[in-house]
């Protein structure tokens, strides 16, 4: 497998599970697990539209979130805040595996640069997760004014790699997002996980068995 010149990670889905015990914690911390599935809600919703820029789409967000959640746009802002500010830090402590985290490890030692895309809330969520000095690169969809799959966000990832997208391969747990998205930028998509695979070139079980492919020697 020919290594890339960087690689982009899906967060959420990718760098940790997103199963039984992220759910555990959100439901045994008042609102957040009904904050949690609102925004989601909200963001789907939003999903293929294409703003001018990342306040356009904060507002769009607010009004979607308030019309969901029978409050005004001032308060949906406020309940996007506290899943940032409150929820996330408390939910995703410690959730990377420890495999996850040496794989990446190993391909940040080897020289390739590594970027985080996620459609939000990416630096809290590295934060939480302790792994955001791995990341030489960090981008958020929604500051770029569209969710996955838009290309834009996508493109943003390899302009502050400072290399063409065509030399990035974009890591992802979702065929219709990541994988659809970066083919789109003229990336290459790698699938991980149990999802169908839909046009990925690569397809891993999980992150660690994906980067010790990347890290093979040659044939």
Known sequence: MTRPAAVSFDVDGTLYPVGWRLLLRAAVRPGALRTLRLVKRARERLRGRDFPDGTALAGALATELGALAGMDAAAARTLVATLR???????LHGLVPAATRRALEEL?????????FSDHDVEVKLQALGVRPLFAVVVNAEDEGAYKPHPR?????AARLGVPAAAVL??????DTDVAGALAAGMRAALVGPGAPGDAQIVAPTVSVLVR???????
Do not use: E
């Open 85 to 91: 500010t409150r929820h996330w830090p408390a939910l």
């Open 108 to 116: 940040a030692a080897a020289g390739t640069p590594l970027a985080a």
């Open 153 to 157: 966000g996508f493109l943003a990832v």
């Open 170 to 175: 974009h890591v992802g747990d979702r065929a």
């Open 213 to 219: 492919r990347l890290l093979a020697p040659p044939d």
